[in-house]
């Protein structure tokens, strides 16, 4: 299934996006770890700094491949919809027309 962006997957840009959310995560926990660090001595006070930016970046990082999960069951679900819908319109295709007609109900209108 291709998208608009170049003929690229949308798992792919999902795993790029997902690696660089990640990516920038860590970069975030380690600047911040770096600058308590530097500014103060007592490592309880590291700690309250640093515990305080990873709970809200792990926040973010799980709500966005929360979504990202949630997408793509989506797309599956639909995907197995469209295919189940086709068959249904070909297998109904190939019935005699009484047949047909009895089983949607069209007989009794």
Do not use: C, H
Not at 81 to 97: D, H, I, K, Y
């Amino acid at each position: 299934m291709k998208n608009g962006m170049a003929g690229t997957e949308p798992g792919g840009l999902r795993l790029k996006y997902g690696f660089w959310v990640v990516i920038a995560g860590l970069a975030v926990v380690a600047a911040v770890f770096v600058t308590a660090t530097l500014r103060w001595s007592a490592a309880s006070d590291v700690t309250t700094a640093v515990s305080s930016v990873t709970g809200v970046v792990g926040t973010i990082v799980g709500a966005f491949f929360g979504m990202q999960l949630g997408s793509a069951g989506r797309e599956k679900a639909e995907a197995a919809r469209e295919r189940a819908e086709s068959l249904a319109q070909r297998l109904a295709a190939a019935l005699p027309p009484e047949v047909a007609q009895r089983l949607v109900g069209a007989d009794k209108a």
